[in-house]
């Protein structure tokens, strides 16, 4: 999962329960092919678990298990059950539970993390590089024989709501929460990872097992390892630890492939309004690209040139003749970032603003300058302004990617999105050979003269009108 502001890493991103007999998963779609560049590696079990590697040779390394079970393969009831079970997950096994789970990995200095996203769930450790073994056995013990009791569930389930709590009174994420809700309404990418407190009040302990037992499977995941860490290491520990799990479903076996035609956008908008809320949050968008396809580089260097900006920030440089410059001299513009989000079969490309949301007519301002700048790069960029961008893009990028665990995160949601890894001099190469010709290209066909989704926490009575925005798409040549 890349993405122009924020963690690039992290965006660079239902299921029917038929009855019958257990049933064997072919793993012929998620075979990948063995891969070998320079320091990245990528190999497939005998029950179809790869396995990514990147050795940089530094002397800690990050390894961890990639699973294509994100909040996208929840339902409208279910919404919220990938976390639930992530966090049950610290609960042990009966022959190591939380506390000897967390005491073994404490004796090797390393400590598990996990995260949820829209696309995936990701279970890690940073350790040494000579305990990469007992780190990978004790993820392979969490991940194949968690159990937990009723009161664990209940203690997980209100952690969770606590959690949700909280992620509502973050106004930024919340926002773009809503923008999801709203462009991709009607399809599970609409769903926040974190789920929907009422869900989460209802999910049962079936439900979490169901979903477990439906998703985690070894041909949808990856183990990843970045560091000192040589491959055929993880081979042997990926066959020693996980080489026993099997591809079977007790219910109907879930397709994976047909949740990448399921995302449709719908340009629409959605409002939060709360007036004890200081300021109007919002989020424009039109519908991007997904991971790996041709235009989500050249799409993510003009969003890296549209920049951002925060009043806060009084160290912040502005530069001339940029959307930067322009909007810091609207008062009622207090910050903005522009973002091209990609997931494993859809995007988003837009804007994020926080407006003081005193008068419509001033954030209608703001929506028309970001319109007419988004003009300049689909009819007018010129290849040095194209350059600047490429620069800054590079540096944030691979200045992130300096460190393992942004790098195994990287590498293993590109092999889950596309089975592949991409060297990183190929990736740099990729994005050199972006032009101003290139930009235009993807702005004309993804940006100009398409629909948006907007969505607005907050001060939302200056909240622009829909059909305002969207004639400002195709009002750029006046």
Not at 286 to 307: I, K, T
Not at 433 to 451: P, S
Request: charge should be neutral.
């Amino acid at each position: 999962m890349l993405c122009a502001r924020g963690s690039l890493i992290k965006n660079f991103g239902k299921l029917a329960h038929g009855k019958g007999s257990v049933r064997f998963a072919s793993t012929a779609r998620q075979v990948a092919p063995q891969q070998s560049s320079g320091a990245s590696n990528l190999t497939t079990q005998d029950n179809g678990l790869r396995v990514a590697s990147y050795n940089n040779s530094k002397k800690t390394t990050t390894v961890g298990v990639w699973i294509d079970s994100g909040s996208r393969y929840e339902t409208g009831t279910t919404n919220g059950v990938a976390s639930l079970y992530e966090q049950l997950i610290y609960t042990g096994t009966p022959s190591r539970p939380a506390s000897k789970l967390q005491s073994d990995l404490a004796k090797v200095g390393a400590q598990l993390k996990s995260v949820t996203t829209r696309d995936h769930t990701a279970y890690f450790a940073e350790c040494m590089a000579g305990d990469v073994e007992q780190v990978v056995e004790i993820l392979a013990e969490v991940l194949g024989n968690t159990e937990f009791t009723d009161a664990q569930l209940e203690e997980q389930r209100h952690i969770l709501l606590r959690k949700i709590e909280e992620h509502e009174e973050t106004y930024r994420s919340w926002t773009y929460d809503n923008l999801h809700r709203t462009a991709f309404q009607g399809n599970s990418m609409s769903f926040a990872p974190i789920g929907v407190d009422k869900n989460v009040k209802n999910l049962t302990k079936e439900d979490v097992l169901e979903f477990a037992d439906d998703h985690y499977k070894p041909h949808r995941m990856v183990l990843t390892g970045v560091g000192g860490v040589e491959h055929e290491q993880l081979e042997r520990l990926a066959e020693k630890h996980f080489g026993h799990l099997k591809n079977e479903y007790k219910r109907k076996m879930p397709n994976p492939e047909s949740l990448r035609h399921t995302a449709r956008f719908t340009g629409s908008d959605f409002q939060f309004r709360n007036d004890l809320i200081p300021l109007m949050y919002v989020a424009i968008a039109v519908e991007g690209v997904p991971r790996g396809h041709p235009d989500a580089l050249p799409l993510l260097v003009a969003s890296q040139y549209c920049g951002n900006y925060d009043r806060k920030q009084s160290d912040t440089t502005i530069v001339p003749h940029t959307l930067q410059e322009k909007l810091s001299k609207m008062d009622e513009c207090q910050a903005f970032e522009s973002f091209s989000m990609n997931y494993a079969n859809c995007g988003l490309f837009g804007m994020y603003y926080v407006c003081k949301g005193l008068h419509i007519w001033d954030v209608l301002c703001i929506c028309k300058e970001t319109q007419k700048f988004w003009k300049h790069l689909a009819f007018s960029a010129v290849d040095a302004e194209i350059d600047w961008a490429k620069y800054g893009l590079k540096t944030r990028l691979f200045k992130e990617l300096e460190n393992n665990t942004n790098l195994a995160s990287h590498v293993a949601t590109e092999v889950l999105s596309n089975g592949k890894i991409t060297p990183l001099p190929d990736l740099e190469q990729q994005i050199d050979a972006i032009n101003a010709k290139t930009v235009q290209k993807v702005m004309m066909q993804h940006v100009y003269d398409r629909d948006p989704a907007l969505a607005g926490v907050g001060k939302t009575e200056a909240f622009p009108p829909w059909y305002d925005v969207k004639g400002g798409m195709s009002w750029w040549r006046m």
